[in-house]
Every structure is written in structure tokens, then in C-alpha cells.
């Protein structure tokens, strides 16, 4: 009798880590809209390691924040928004997200121009100090040189960190993350399911979203359309999707 009521325990743990799991993986199908230009083969292994722990990371956060919400949310919102608001919770930080992403979109969108036209101000004034009195074989053999050098210099040198890149990840990865908080939420207060069961159900559906983006990488005409899309335009085109989401709840 004991083994038979354990193992219908040890059932009914592993039936919730599987809602939550299914929960979490239909709730984020779309971060791999924008998760996948973050796991480019054109970067580093290093790189593409700490964005994947960063995306992990930020939705194991935000399943103890929804745990935290669903205990002491209720008085929270109440006390902010009155007992009698007509708004959803959910609607509301969705709204919330999507507004915040897309300014920050906006911020992306304004440094990728400005970059833009450093680097067209520089091509310029490198053409402008090149001399035209070499010999073509001294050009050839200085263009071999350098890029020999060029070569050396990037096997000796460590595997670069973009800051940028990584700070971009935490801010959409953090908003994109609000609509799935809120989903969360009410099933936590319902015992749909514990925390332990979300934050492994959870967690490994971040997993599966994770390995789904490096084969969805191996596609060529995928990476080549991810490089040539900025980063600005494909977090304004989540914003967007969020808002829209936000509107029609």
C-alpha cells in the first residue's frame, strides 16, 4: 500500500511538471521570433553560451516571481489599481511590456543608425588617405600581409563578450517575459500545478525553445535573413505583437 500511494504521488508530481511544461512551451512559442538572432552561428561559442543561460535564467526568475505575485499579488494590484478596476491583470502587464519594449526598440533603432553613419564616416576618410603611387604587386603583397596578420591576431585573441548584444537580451528576454508571469499566476493560485513543478516544467521547456533556435540556425536562408534584419526591428516587431495581444485580451 505505501509503494502504491508513493508511486501515485510521484505520478501526480510528474502529471503538474508536465501541464507546466506544455503551459510554458505554447505560452512562449513565439521568443523564438526573437531568441533566434541571439544564437547566430556568426558568434561566439561564449557568447551564444551566456545568452542561453541569461534566457534560462531570466524565466526560472520569473517563475519565483509569479509564485511571489500569486501569494501577495492579489493585495498588491488591489491597492494600486482599486478593488473595483474593470482592467485585467494580465492586459495590463502585457500592455505594459509591449509599450516598454518598444521605446526600447526605438533606443536600438536610433544607435543602429548612428553606428551606421560612424562607420560610413570613417570608410570615407580611410579611402581619402590611401595613395594611389603603389605598385599593384606592393598592394597585393601588403593585402596578403595584413590579412595573415588579421588571421594570427583572431586565433591568438579570447573569444569576445558583446555587452550590447547581452544587455539587449536581458531587457527583452525580462519584458517578453511579462505575458507568460502573468499566465502563470492564476494557475499557481488555482494548485494547477506547485512551484517546484512550474520551475522544472518550466525550465525545461526554455530548454527545448533553446535547442529548437540553434536547428532553426542551421538553416541557411534563416541566418542569412536574421544578419541582414537588425536587431531593432525584429524587438520593435515583438513590441508590436505584444501590444496587439495586450488589446485583443
Known sequence: I???????SLAGFWVGVSFAFGTKLLSSADDVLWLTPFLLPSLSRLQKTINCIIYVGVYALQTLAAYLISIYGTVMVEAIMGPESSIPVDKLMTLIAGTALFLFSIALAVEYFQENNDDDDEGKTDEEEKTDEETPLAKNNESYTESDNQNDKK?????????????????????????????F????IGQAFTFFQLIIGATLASCMIVVFCFF?????????????????????????????????M
Open 216 to 248: 532553426l540556425n542551421l538553416c541557411k536562408c534563416v541566418v542569412d535573413l536574421l544578419e541582414v534584419v537588425p536587431l531593432a526591428g525584429i524587438v520593435m516587431s515583438f513590441s508590436i505583437f505584444l501590444l496587439i495581444k495586450g488589446l485583443l
Open 155 to 183: 586565433a591568438d585573441e579570447p573569444p569576445k563578450i558583446d555587452a550590447k548584444l547581452t544587455r539587449t537580451l536581458c531587457v527583452v528576454a525580462f519584458f517578453g517575459s511579462v505575458d507568460d508571469l502573468a499566465l
Open 185 to 188: 499566476i492564476p494557475f499557481l
Open 2 to 8: 505505501f509503494q502504491f500511494f508513493s508511486s501515485m
